[in-house]
């Protein structure tokens, strides 16, 4: 063609192409095996089934309201499960949803829906929350059970009040994969007075205060916090937070604020503050803070005791601010650097989301409705698929279910697999209800399940995980309202990437509130070298021990959690052993005794046998040692201080 032909040409071209692009865009495929999979009915529901049209214009509101509470009481339970799941679509919203106890929002994986608060809407211009995670009173230490997944939050105009979503809630909670977009809104996510789960995978833009929280502990990984006009993250009041892979940047004040009289401790690794005012704003150096491979970019101060660059980058490889011991002798600095122990970033490892095929076992026979036994049925639906889906039920058991090398088990709203019968009631004879063959090179994957027995088995091993690096847990939590001998067994090739693992000996029963007592011998023991990494786990209430490291090697922890049980007095169990070990590195824990005065001479960590052993942000309550064996620091308990904690005991 001529030149002129040719200039007419192109334009056309390009607006074929963009056509072709949009084209692409329009018919991007939003399926899911999740959305064509039998559900139990009882737990499920769609919200396009209440009404709800996600066009971006119908206001969905009453639709919602209807999915998340009809039928259900905003009462402490177990025994009112809800997935409430939201296909791809936009869906205004004008009013609160509020998650009554033991609810999961789960949104498309392929395709995120956008929860899309109106413009102007009422009552968001003083103080309102889109989603409520919340009941009764202002205690919420025994709020369970919450999920919300796979969702996009967009606060809208002129909603100058407006909480994205508000997080009252304690442990075998979860929210994952989110991004909030607060414009010209309040407070990202909001959380105040409970226990702590996880939080991960999460994107907050805008607002006054990206993340407000507090709570007794919370692990934290993959957070990005940018454009917030006051300070990116506030921590309200704490005993001890964990954080791995904290982005926060463009913020009109401090990146963390970190001074509040109640709060206590915080690790903050592999992250970094970009354009903040200050990277950690404390008040004190009785706070204890950890910065390890955290990089700050033009942040005149990294802490009031750290000096930053207000036009460069500054790297910590290792600082802290607070008590410090090394070898367990104290150092009297009160701030400056640590030896450097760590030469790579922690793994990182978002929840899979599984698929393309995920075979369900109700077509295997499985009833999960807590009668009949479905061991048989479940080893089949193994043996045949690699991906198995557990609609939400109680599943029995009766012998071992022995999982391939490549085995995936994933449930929604915590499917119940229950150890039943004689074959787990010899003490003397354990047997693993679930077993992973012993392979180094397995990638056995976990998730969304509940772990439990049906009477007392004191014979019964949980789970006994021998899979290697490339295997993972997401949200697998026990509920032992009967003892079992013991909950998790990390043995032979064991290792992997563990994040959000409550294994909870009951010591009360949800519904009533009544207390109960459950003689659950052991929690969780390691015996091999790993590496095993364990994001965000609590043991509690088991009678011999809650952790157990011997004779293992090459744990990483982000959190860990425990309390004795309430009933054993004098008191038995030792919260973390550690024997025989090496290269173990613990960020951030909490050791909590109630009820047996305030002197406990056992534990609560104990190490014997053992080399390269990192502790930081170390935590506990009522006890007369932080850490006992053949290094010991005495608990100090400082005015006004909950815990005896300290920031690092680090050996020379």
């Known amino acids: ?167 009252a809630v304690a442990q075998g909670t979860s929210l994952r994969n989110i991004t909030i977009n607060v414009n010209s809104g309040d407070v990202g996510i909001f959380g105040e007075n409970g226990g702590g789960g996880f939080i991960g995978d999460i994107e907050i833009i805008g607002g006054k205060v990206g993340l407000q929280l507090g709570g007794q502990q919370w692990a934290l990984r993959s957070i990005t916090i940018r454009d917030s006009t006051l300070m990116g993250f506030q921590v309200l009041w704490n005993w001890v937070f964990s954080i791995v892979d904290l982005h926060i940047s463009n913020i009109n004040g401090p990146a963390i604020f970190f001074q509040n ?36 970019t033009n942040v005149p101060q990294i802490t009031p005791n750290l000096a930053g660059n207000a036009a460069g980058t500054v790297t910590v490889n290792s600082w802290r601010q607070g008590k410090t011991y ?178 909870w000996t009951a010591d009360h029963d949800i519904d009533t509130g009544l207390n109960v007592t459950v003689n659950n011998l052991r929690g969780m023991l390691i015996d091999s070298q790993g590496p095993t990494y364990l994001y965000g786990t609590a043991v509690e209430h088991s009678i011999q021990y809650n952790y157990n490291f011997t004779g293992a090697s090459n744990i990483y922890t982000l959190l860990t959690q425990t309390e004795i049980p309430y009933q054993i007095n004098p008191v038995q169990c030792v919260p973390l052993w550690i024997d025989s070990c090496t290269n173990v590195f613990m960020y951030g824990s909490g050791y909590y005794t109630w009820f047996h005065g305030t002197n406990v001479t056992v534990g609560p960590t104990v190490i014997t046998n053992s080399k390269n052993v990192n502790l930081y942000a170390n935590n506990v309550h009522n006890y007369n040692f932080n850490v006992q064996g053949e290094r010991s620091i005495k608990a100090e308990y400082g005015s006004g201080a909950f815990c005896s904690f300290f920031a690092a005991d680090v050996p020379v």
């Open 1 to 167: 063609p001529t030149s002129e032909e040719a200039m007419k040409i192109v334009p056309t071209t390009i607006a074929a192409v963009l056509c072709l692009c949009l084209a692409a865009v329009v018919a991007q495929d939003c399926t899911t095996w999740y959305e064509s999979t039998q559900h139990n009915p009882d737990a499920f529901r769609n919200v396009k089934d209440y009404g709800a049209k996600g066009d971006g214009v119908t206001d969905d509101t009453s639709a919602f309201l209807q999915a998340l509470t009809y039928g259900r009481v905003n009462v402490n339970s177990d025994k009112q499960p809800l997935v409430l799941y939201i296909p791809a679509g936009t869906y205004v919203v004008s009013d609160s949803l509020p998650m009554y106890p033991y609810t999961h929002i789960i949104g498309n994986f392929q395709c995120r829906p956008t929860l899309q608060l109106k413009d102007n809407a009422p009552g968001f211009n003083g103080g309102k929350d889109l989603i409520l995670a919340t009941f009764g009173d202002d205690e919420h230490t025994d709020n369970f059970y919450h999920q919300v997944h796979n969702v996009n939050i967009d606060l809208g105009l002129g909603n100058p009040g407006a909480v994205g979503i508000r997080w």
């Open 261 to 296: 009289d109640a709060s206590q401790s915080i690790t903050i690794l592999d992250s970094s503050f970009t354009n903040c005012t200050m990277g950690v704003s404390t008040d004190t150096l009785q706070r204890a803070v950890l910065l390890d491979r955290v990089t700050a």
């Open 326 to 503: 090394s070898n367990s002798e104290p150092v009297s600095e009160q701030f400056g650097d640590l030896p450097v122990v760590r030469s790579e970033a922690l793994p990182l490892r978002a929840r899979n989301p599984f698929g393309p095929t995920v075979y369900n076992v109700y077509q295997a026979g499985a009833k999960g409705d807590g009668i009949n036994d479905d061991t048989a049925a479940i080893q089949n639906a193994i043996n045949g698929n690699q991906q198995v889906f557990f609609p939400y039920g109680t599943y029995r058991i009766t012998s071992t279910i022995t999982l391939k090398s490549d085995t995936v088990l994933v449930g929604e709203a915590f499917s119940q697999l229950v150890a039943s019968g004689s074959f787990f009631a010899d003490e003397s004879n354990p047997q693993p209800m679930l077993l992973t063959p012993d392979d180094p090179n397995g990638s056995v994957q976990l998730a969304d399940l509940i772990l439990a027995t049906e009477s007392d088995l004191l014979g019964a091993e949980l789970l006994v995980w021998r899979t290697g690096v490339n295997s993972a847990l997401w949200d697998v939590h026990y509920r032992m309202m009967y003892g079992a001998g013991l909950q998790l067994h990390i043995t032979g090739s064991g290792a992997g990437y563990l994040e959000n693992a409550w294994l």
